[in-house]
């Protein structure tokens, strides 16, 4: 069984908070937009360039979630 993991980040300075995802693929790191689709809008091999990225457009981590898989 392996596991696996996503964040949530939020810009909570909207009237709406607007969300992303961060989660690790095969290659890094990816953030996804849930409000276009999933569509990719940053990919890296690092989590602090990740984190760096979000925290430049005033997103703020929200909850992390652990998923274990079969």
Do not use: C, H
């Not at 091999?45 to 929200?62: P, S, T």
């Amino acid at each position: 069984m392996s596991t696996t993991w996503y964040e949530v980040w939020a810009n909570d300075g909207l009237d709406v908070p607007y969300i992303l995802i961060l989660r690790p693929t095969d290659r890094g790191l990816e953030i996804l937009e849930p409000a276009q689709g999933n569509r990719r809008v940053f990919s890296t091999e690092k989590f602090d360039e990740a984190k760096y990225w979000l925290g430049e457009d005033e997103f703020v981590f929200v909850a992390r979630k652990e998923i274990d898989e079969p």
